[in-house]
């Protein structure tokens, strides 16, 4: 139990160095002024998303295990010896990547899945926090209905951790607002430019960079939007709305119910 809440605090711990080291970094080279209200606005989504996510994850977990369970677990087992640790770990990346890229489009393709993800792009200020801004249901009815690396891969532990851990700069940061340039390199791997113009209030940005990892996804299949150097658009929904805590628990329900379409929301 001792060694449980040592893990659970050092945890905590470089969770917030990271968090602290972010919001510094925000405000040294920030890519656009995010008012205080903006980012409270955010942390207390993150809050309510986080809470009711650990809250409805046993039930998840039961939902994802028995469609692995029917389905079959890890099709595919990849070999992990030697050197062919590397080449199926690349596998694993390219594989994670490409099954993000495809949900992501269907987030913005399917009516009911924009109802919810809708709630992440109303965030009219990008930070590091705004990674974290999603609808709580969202994320737990793709880990309860959608155990695809489960069905398809046998993963061993420290290849997940791995993965979990070097999606974690190009994924979760890539919501920094940090002005970092990349100059012909942009396109190399997901980043604030990139990803901020998928955040975009402009009508030639929408449904454009996807990508989690590798903007040579967004290339490939038509949805890459390269930024200018100078190309850091205002992000939002249009009209602009914003998220109390009533909308972080209701905010799709609310909207289904008015009836507005993507169009309507950004």
């Not at 997940?160 to 190009?170: K, N, T």
């Not at 009209?239 to 009533?246: G, L, Q, S, V």
Request: one cysteine or more.
């Amino acid at each position: 139990m001792s060694s449980e809440i040592s893990n659970a605090v050092f945890c905590a711990a470089v969770l917030l160095g990271i968090v602290y080291g972010s919001r510094i970094l925000e405000k040294t080279w920030p890519i656009a002024p995010v008012s205080s209200d903006e980012f409270r606005a955010d942390w207390l989504a993150v809050i309510v998303s986080v809470g009711l996510e650990h809250l409805f994850a046993p039930l998840a977990a039961i939902s994802a295990g028995a469609i692995a369970s029917y389905a079959g677990f890890g099709w595919i087992k990849l070999p992990t010896e030697g050197y062919w640790w590397y080449v199926s770990f690349a596998i694993v990346v390219v594989a994670l990547d490409l099954y993000k890229y495809t949900f992501h489009r269907l987030q913005h393709a399917i009516p009911f899945l924009w109802a919810m993800h809708s709630f992440h792009h109303s965030a009219n200020g990008i930070t590091f926090i705004t990674g974290g801004r999603h609808f709580w249901l969202e994320r737990v009815l793709s880990d309860a209905f959608l155990p695809i690396m489960a069905i398809l891969f046998r993963i061993p532990p420290d290849m997940a951790i791995a993965a979990a851990f070097i999606f974690f700069v190009p994924d979760a940061c890539a919501h920094l607002n940090v002005r970092i340039p990349l100059g012909r390199f942009v396109t190399w791997i997901n980043n604030p430019q990139w990803h901020r113009i998928h955040h975009s209030v402009q009508i030639e940005h929408r449904d454009k960079n996807f990508a989690a990892f590798f903007p040579l996804l967004d290339i490939l299949f038509g949805t890459a939007w390269v930024p200018k150097p100078d190309e850091y658009p205002a992000t939002g929904l249009v009209p602009p709305e914003r998220a109390d805590i009533i909308n972080s628990i209701i905010w799709p329900i609310r909207h289904l119910r008015r009836g507005e379409s993507k169009n309507e929301l950004g």
